[in-house]
């Protein structure tokens, strides 16, 4: 998974458009980008939507829903309870919120907390231990604004999150998601930042609008030089090699093979080399 | 009795067939004038040449929205009591009011234009004209005039400046609107000829309208505002899904081969349309390649690939920005044409037909490809081809664009309210939601297939759009008609009828 895009679920327009950016998930949003009075009209939506909706077989389908102190919270659980829903998405995020929607389910659920308050940045590792947790989506407009920060083009306010969702996903072997890009306007910017989050060992980034999934797509693929010396990796086993060896002039021992397979599953995974 | 798009069309009017592209005679253009007359005033352009009613007037619409020329003669009508007029604007926009007005005060008999949107639509629609309301491509209206099938008695030409021999230039002057190229029929073929300038100058060293042709000058205050020849929409959209049709536009014309060195391309002035010029552009870098030549209407965006050397001219015959009009001026290798070089069929090598892929719009299109740009889906009258249907015919690859459902409504049906532009003449649909490709180009179907590039069908896509929007309930249409749609060879190729529901 290398893109999340945010869907606001009371658009019935972005609803029907959704599958067509070639994001890898879609977060179908009932928290912030639903005003109040709209809730229940955006929860009946994507209620109806779920039901009807042709989704591709690689693409994830994740709904955010409300913060579990809310009243809110229960009402999208008790709706979508039954929906066709891959992950949960869950803000302001405690390992307590996490059990807390656990609880609503009598079956196992996938969880993507959101990190985006600094009790949470540092109480990350137990968010991460929580069973069902998948990924951590950091949030950094919040988290800016919860630390009473100015969010600015290189992030330097957010870099200790950054590199300490990275740093606990890493340990769990979860999915580290960076915060999206908020200036949709600034293509540069966000260019800026793609490599800041690919720099930092980010494995994938949430987008607020469609336009920005190319790009994410394309930074957190492996690139045509990792997906060749992959393969040379691969062949070089192939004719017998094995312990510490040379390829391409660099030296290859178990944790290069290991990469370099894991390079080849996910160039598979997002077509950028054949299957076979 | 039905043409070859299966259209009723009136047993008085040629219907569009096979003949339609056998090429026509052109008269002699006019004799040129010795001597040309200045004015100081309309009334007195009029006296001079005796102006009376039942005269045909004819127009350019290069000032775009910010024509004023356009509303003087129209006022100059009404002050002189003239009955019966005719009139053939090039284009006709909203703020072309002096000739709504003459509508309703009905003295105008017939109007004859490539485009038409605002309060004149309405009026014609509302069958307030005494004769034909008739709608040309722009290649078919230099066509019309040049062959004589249509007569302009006295053409007023808005003029950005003009010099003393009766030159004209659209480049120079306080509403410099770059290139002519709609005038120049009108300017060879018309009976006389009115420059109408607030730039009057001793001599011009360039200049694309020759004196030679002209009669009288008026010389005025202001024949408009220069910012309202800015399209309505030459901004790269932003909309997603526009980007993504245009983007997949470019994939799919670079998996057809058409993105190589030395190629052609036009785009209209559409959002969409911009947009998939920039993903070519952004593909002509990476492959470092450039292009032989872009035509059409010009905006900014072609300008800037002129000026970063990504192509080697720009075929200009109408400017749409202030941008394009600064290189119109400035740079050589941005030439001016005529609506006539641009597309009239009977030209032996129009810049139409050199293209290798243009890429267009349309409101409706067709399980036959056939595409609607004049109505919309509820027949009102809201553009027209311009050079829809001219391109469409002589590009190697046309493509249009749309998304498959805009407003709830599908853009793909089973039948659409008016044919502009034949099927035959489209070869690919692009929506977000899928390709399809005109059953006739096996050509392109084969190298798609080759390239691995999924297509659908038109039944397939309708059915898709079906599941989004449910079949739209059929409509029944008024079928009083107001005139008709001509097909860029003269013929017919569907009716126009007053809007409204039986």
Known sequence: ?276 | MKNLVDREISKDLRPYGEQSLQKSNHLSKKQTSTQVEFFSSYKEAFDFFSLKDGITVSFHHHLRSGDGVINDVCQEIRSRDFQHVSLMPSSIFPTYQGIAQLIREHRVNNIVTSYCNGEVSKLVQQGLLQGDFVMQTHGGRARSIMTGERKIDVAFLACPTVDKSGNGSGMEGKSACGVLGYAISDLEYAKKVILVTDHLVESLDQYQLDGKYVDGVIVVDSIGDPQGIVSGTTRITRDPIGLKIAKDTTKLLDALGLIEDGFSMQTGAGGTSLAVAAYVKELMKQKQIRARFCSGGITSYFVEMLEEGLVDKLLDVQCFDLEAVRSSKENKNHQAISASVYGNPDETNPVSEQLDFVILGATEIDLNFNVNVTTDSFGAIIGGSGGHSDIARGAFVTVVVSSLVKSRLPILRESIRTITTPGCDIDLFVTERGVAVNPLRTDLIQKLDQAGIAHWSMPELLQIAHEMTGVPRALSFSNEVIGYVEYRDGSVIDMLYQEGFE
């Not at chain 1, 102190?69 to 066709?84: P, Y």
């Not at chain 1, 947790?133 to 992030?155: F, I, N, P, Y």
């Not at chain 1, 915060?179 to 607020?208: C, H, N, Q, R, W």
Request: hydrophobic letters at 45%; one cysteine or more.
């Open chain 1, 1 to 276: 998974m290398r893109s999340l895009l945010f869907i606001p679920a009371n658009q019935p327009a972005m609803l029907q458009n959704a599958f067509l950016f070639d994001a890898d998930a879609l977060i179908f949003d009932l928290e912030d980008a639903v005003a109040p009075e709209e809730k229940d009209n955006a929860r009946h939506l994507l209620h109806e939507f779920l039901q009807t909706m042709k989704k591709p077989p690689h693409v994830w389908v994740t709904v955010r829903v409300n913060g579990v102190d809310t009243e809110d919270f229960l009402r999208d659980v008790a709706l979508l309870r039954h929906d066709s829903i891959d992950a949960f998405v869950l803000p302001k995020a405690s390992a307590e919120a996490i059990c807390r929607l656990r609880d609503q389910f009598d079956h196992p659920i996938k969880v993507i907390p959101i990190v985006e308050e600094s009790y949470q940045i540092l109480r990350m590792e137990s968010i991460a231990k929580e069973e069902g947790v998948m990924a951590l989506l950091l949030g950094g407009e919040d988290l800016a604004r919860d630390m009473g920060a100015t969010r600015s083009k290189l992030g330097n306010e957010i870099a200790y999150a950054r590199g300490r969702v990275v740093m606990i996903a890493a340990a769990y072997h979860l999915i580290s998601i960076d915060t999206p890009y908020t200036d949709v306007l600034d293509d540069i910017g966000f260019e800026t930042e793609l490599e800041i989050a690919k720099s930092y060992g980010m494995k994938a980034k949430s987008a607020i609008h469609p336009r920005h999934v190319e790009g994410i797509n394309r930074t957190f693929s492996p690139s045509v030089e990792e997906i060749r010396f992959a393969e040379h990796v691969m062949e070089a086993l192939k004719a017998g090699k094995s312990g510490s060896f040379r390829v391409d002039g660099r030296m290859v021992d178990r944790p290069i093979v290991d990469r370099a397979k894991q390079t080849l599953e996910r160039a598979k995974q997002y077509g950028l080399v054949k299957s076979s």
